[in-house]
């Protein structure tokens, strides 16, 4: 757990991200497909940060501060991060890919259909994907961010415990497995914060995963997988 | 002071679009243009035909009256209102009311509900996706509803003139209807139209985080509008009086 993970694994190394809220400071150089871990450095608690990052009004310009350096968008699978109520579910799935028009339409179709059926198994697709999004469930809208996420150009792919709280047991393991393996086979990254551990390990993420902590410049704790 | 900044915030939103053109190359911002071509261009055509019947039908009784029967003299005074003026002007304070009233709240809602942080996040810029579409439909849309609404309302006056046993419809018409005032009036009507959602947009991004910061930013926007409308509308015709009195 104390080696460096600034070598990349795989592939080409994304620029060197610097994540930074109010006085919570990161450096670190992520490669793809790999998954990281942030923890809260110390003397800051885990929920402090994440109202930094993530939460809410006081805490949103702050954010966003440091998301354009994770590269081109990248998918966050966090509260506050919703669908578009003014377009349908395919449209909320596949805007990303419209915009940044990365893609082919007949791969991002096949992909869909694939993970519908392990996200939302016995579900008839091209109902449940023209539905408008204020006719979706929670669980419902909870799978059409996370196949936004999966379908989307960015790189990393943030995802906080409390997300996928609300989930059954079942659910959070056959979510997160999809999650890792897709994140891997795209050569993207995952991150997420130190308490979505335990659901990670849950749903067996790292069995063939080897392990590795850095302390980032002195100024935080980044875990590798 | 507020309302003047509001109003400089639609300008420089409207001033800087031009060069957020480029977006248009991209699927998804063309669907949504499409979208609202869709709702401002063709959905507004009713109201803005039977803003235009009502007023011609008013106009032309009341002139008719004040002119005595006068037919070409009614179409006169009416085309010259409808074109400098009215046309332009109406289809701007139809729009704010239909339109620009509709883009405050959705703006405001996505901002309340957290899908304009959700956009920044997925890497889609706003004033790209959002806001160029809406004003770009607007300031396409201005000059064909400018258009329908003149139509109508002289069409209107001519069938009072014709009742009232005016001459053949025809020879007014083409002696009353001047190429370049239609077209001056149709790029007033651009101008205005892109103008006033431009400060819907300005008005609806802007708003708070609450829910009930939602029928805020809507009345606003409206009011906001409707002012710069009207401060536009005077500031050309300054302008162009000015112009006139130095030529």
């Keep these: 757990m104390d080696s460096c993970c600034c070598s990349p694994a795989r592939g080409l190394p994304l620029p060197e991200l610097r994540l930074s809220a109010g006085l919570v400071q990161w450096q670190a150089q992520v490669a793809r497909g790999r998954c990281y871990l942030f923890a809260a450095p110390s003397g800051i608690a885990a929920t402090s940060l994440r109202q930094r990052l993530l939460d809410g009004q006081t805490t949103a310009d702050s954010s966003l501060r440091w998301l354009p350096p994770l590269a081109n968008g990248s998918a966050l699978l966090a509260p506050g991060i919703t669908l578009l109520s003014n377009l349908q579910v395919w449209e909320n799935i596949l805007l990303p890919q419209a915009y940044h028009g990365h893609g082919l339409p007949q791969e991002a179709e096949r992909n869909l259909r694939r993970w519908l059926s392990l996200l939302r198994p016995g579900e008839e697709p091209s109902s449940w994907l023209h539905r408008p999004v204020a006719r979706l469930g929670d669980t419902e809208r909870r799978a059409a961010l996370l196949m936004r996420a999966l379908m989307g150009p960015g790189l990393i792919i943030l995802l906080t415990a409390d997300w996928l709280a609300p989930l059954s047991a079942e659910q959070q393991r056959v979510w997160v497995q999809l999650l890792v393996a897709e994140s891997q086979t795209q050569h993207r990254s995952l991150l997420y914060l130190e308490d979505t551990l335990p659901v990670m390990a849950e749903a067996g993420a790292f069995t063939a995963l080897q392990w590795t902590r850095t302390q980032a410049e002195g100024m935080g704790n980044v875990a590798a997988a | ?247």
């Design chain 2, 1 to 247: 002071m507020q309302i003047f900044h509001n109003i400089l915030d639609g300008l420089y939103l409207l001033l800087t679009l031009p060069g957020r053109l480029g977006a248009l190359r991209r699927q998804a911002v063309r669907m949504v243009l499409l979208r609202q071509l869709l709702f401002t261009g063709w959905q507004s055509l009713p109201m803005v035909l039977m803003v235009g019947t009502a007023i011609g039908l008013i106009l032309a009784v009341q002139l008719q009256g004040f002119l005595g029967g006068n037919s070409i003299g009614t179409l006169k005074a009416l085309n010259t209102a409808l074109f400098l003026e009215l046309g332009p002007l109406l289809t701007g304070i139809v729009l704010v009311a239909r339109s620009g009233s509709a883009v405050a709240t959705e703006l405001a809602s996505m901002r309340v509900n957290g899908e304009i942080r959700t956009l920044e996040s997925l890497g889609i810029p706003v004033q790209d996706y959002l806001v160029l579409p809406r004003v770009l439909a607007a300031v396409l849309s201005g000059p064909c509803l400018c258009l329908y609404l003149q139509v109508a309302a002289l069409g209107a006056a001519a069938l009072v003139v014709l009742a009232n046993g005016g001459q053949a419809l025809g020879s007014v018409l083409s002696e009353v209807l001047s190429v370049p005032d239609v077209l001056l009036s149709m790029l007033k009507a651009a101008l205005f139209a892109g103008w006033v959602i431009a400060i819907t947009c300005t008005m609806g991004l802007s708003a708070g985080f609450a829910q009930a910061a939602v029928p805020v930013a809507a009345s606003r926007a409206v009011t906001v509008s409707m002012l710069g409308l009207f401060a536009l509308d005077g500031l050309l015709l300054l302008f162009s009086r000015a112009g006139a009195a130095l030529a």
